[in-house]
């Protein structure tokens, strides 16, 4: 009889049993209520490799698929939770699924910007300084002011955890 799981004709692998049946049930009080088992004895069981391989590596086959899938909502779902201020970080979200033959599968998700760790980690209170070949000052514009300073107290971020906060989601 052929199995995946118990769905007929799979190519993976097939089994051959005695069959499926009740376990037997103990006696006891009608108030109790019992679990039903059911019993399988398994006489014989051929794995076709090449195939597992497939379904289990590649990222065509069924967990390939299923890890897509997945990997797809929880960018979508870090998108549309990362602050935007220009949609700069949004926009730089991105998922790269690779599958290593015999090896297993990845799924990458994240950033390749140098502040998406401080937006997602949050930061402490920091002071700001001009760099060392610069001008000397900083220059900020505020409204239609233009601000020039030596040194500026950063306030420090709250962590805004856009991608693990997904990651919990989809995974439970």
Known sequence: MPAWGLIPDSPIFYWAGKGIRAARRARRPSSYRARLALEITVEKLVIYKPILNFELNNPMGMVGRHMHELGRQIMVGAK??????????????????????????????GSGLPYAYMHH??????????????????????????????????????????L?????????
Do not use: C, W
């Not at 790269?96 to 297993?104: C, D």
């Not at 209170?125 to 060392?132: L, M, S």
């Not at 693990?164 to 439970?172: G, M, N, P």
């Open 80 to 109: 549309a939770q990362v602050g935007v201020k220009t949609g700069r970080l949004r926009d730089s979200i991105y998922m790269e699924h690779r599958g290593i033959p015999y090896k297993g599968q990845t799924l990458k998700i």
């Open 121 to 162: 980690q949050g930061t402490r209170p920091h002071i700001i300084t001009p760099r060392e070949g610069s001008a000397g000052s900083l220059v900020f514009r505020k409204n239609s002011r233009i601000i020039y300073t030596k040194m500026v107290l950063h306030p420090g971020t709250k962590a805004n955890r856009y």
């Open 164 to 172: 693990s906060d997904q990651l919990r989601v989809h995974i439970r």
